[in-house]
């Protein structure tokens, strides 16, 4: 329920509307006017303008409320930001700490040993780099590889399908490619000389050929 509007002229001569606020609104002339008027509408406006000190001090108290919210997430900011700088610092310590051990160059042969049975390396780093949109990295390094099975670029020693051209190029009498490579059956009766046929023991049994891990593997890996 609200005040309706009133057609007719203004009178210069009226009371002004503070009047009815709050400091006058108990006052006994303003009671009679207001009784004798009979318009329920403009007493419910006229209460609302007594009832604003009450409003304006609640409004007050949720302003202090949230400026000091607003300071304690302040606070919390500052304290994430501390932690977050010094996880960064950790992880950068780390990793200085391990380039300082030449860590890749020292795992770099048993690396080649594992791709060229197949494992791919690049798994983990090929999801991270996809989740922060940097999959170009990627595909920027599978440009830049030479696969030693066929010698091309543009793609990893695990994704070649033409791995037989290593037993054409390298000689001997038995297939060079693992047997756990994905694609080694791939042109084996076409692109292999041996037709896969690998070093054979005393009991006609295939044996597996890898090097012993106290030695370096970078020639052993290309058998």
């Known amino acids: ?4 509007a009133r057609p007719g002229a203004v009178n210069p001569h ?3 509307l503070a009047l009815l606020e709050a400091e006058n609104y108990f006052h006994s002339g303003v009671q009679k006017a207001l009784a004798h008027l009979s318009d329920f509408g403009v007493q419910a406006d ?3 303008l007594h009832s604003a000190p009450a409003h304006r001090a609640a ?3 949720e302003e202090k409320m949230v400026k000091s919210m607003e300071e304690v997430a302040r606070q919390a900011r500052r304290e994430l930001e501390g932690r977050k ?6 992880q950068n310590n780390a990793k200085a700490r391990l380039r300082a051990a030449k860590v890749m160059e020292r795992l770099h042969p048993y690396l ?7 494992e791919n390396m690049w798994v983990p780093a090929q999801a991270k780099a996809y989740q922060q949109g940097q999959a170009r990295k990627t595909s920027t390094r599978r440009l830049e590889n030479k696969c030693k099975f066929c010698l091309d670029r543009g793609h990893f020693n695990w994704e070649c399908e033409h791995t037989h051209i290593l037993c054409q190029r390298a000689g001997g009498n038995i297939c060079k490619v693992y047997p756990s ?12 000389p041996f037709n896969g046929r ?16 106290g030695q370096d593997v970078s020639q052993e890996r290309m058998m």
């Open 59 to 61: 409004l007050a108290r």
């Open 46 to 48: 006229v209460y609302r």
């Open 85 to 90: 700088t010094a996880f960064l610092n950790h």
């Open 198 to 213: 690998k070093i054979k023991d005393d009991k006609g049994k295939g044996v597996a050929r890898k090097p012993s891990w």
């Open 14 to 16: 009226a009371a002004p």
């Open 181 to 192: 490579h994905a694609n080694v059956h791939i042109g084996m009766d076409t692109e292999c």
């Open 112 to 118: 080649e040993y594992e791709e060229s049975r197949g």
């Open 1 to 4: 329920m609200v005040a309706a």
